[in-house]
């Protein structure tokens, strides 16, 4: 269903990100992200003094994150083909601190930890956050052993960890009964674990 039909308006700004996982050959996988800021009118930089054209890249960056089946990092590439200053694109490098990291609870706010403010570029650091369940979506798409998909181990990782998977709702219900909320054989509070204040 589309969203409603908004107000009159007009566009100010476009930004596009698109990320792919990619099964490699030899059994690692590459995450590959792009985002692409434009404007559709000039735009003054404070680093020129003409503006930058209408429909020119403000941002154009990229990051290949590669990975193992444990979502180890191996290794990790990034590229920034339209920055507003030049000294932007020396903020790729500092995204190897990641290398050896793991992609599991925790990563956004390490992410943060590790290349907030000054330590790396803003927008390269936001990007890895989404790459991380681009990378999850990915792999475990081609996963085919599904007592490990509905498992235990699986069961703890998904369960409250977004709306659907609620442990008062009827998905957890379905795939995991022995942990649905408000169950006598459940292992949660009937609340779910929430609490109000």
Known sequence: ????????????????????TYARED?????????????PFPFQLMSSDDPLPAGEALHD???R???????????????????????????TDTLRVLVGERIARGW??????????AASCT????????MATTALQGIRGLQRDMPLLMGEER?????????AFGRDREVVKMLWPQHAAGRPDGDGPPDGGRTTA
């Open 1 to 20: 269903m589309p969203l409603p039909e908004p107000s009159a308006r007009r566009s100010v700004h476009h930004r596009v990100i698109d990320m792919q």
């Open 27 to 39: 059994g690692l996988y590459d995450v590959e992200a792009r985002l692409v800021d434009r404007k």
């Open 61 to 63: 960056l990229w990051i």
């Open 65 to 91: 994150l590669t990975v193992d089946d444990a979502y180890v990092i191996r290794d990790i590439v990034a590229a920034s083909d339209s920055t507003p200053w030049p000294l932007c694109k020396e903020a």
């Open 108 to 117: 956004t706010a390490m992410v943060k930890d590790r290349l907030r403010g």
């Open 123 to 130: 927008h390269l650091m936001e990007m890895l956050v989404p």
């Open 155 to 163: 069961a703890r990782e998904k369960i409250d960890s977004c709306f």
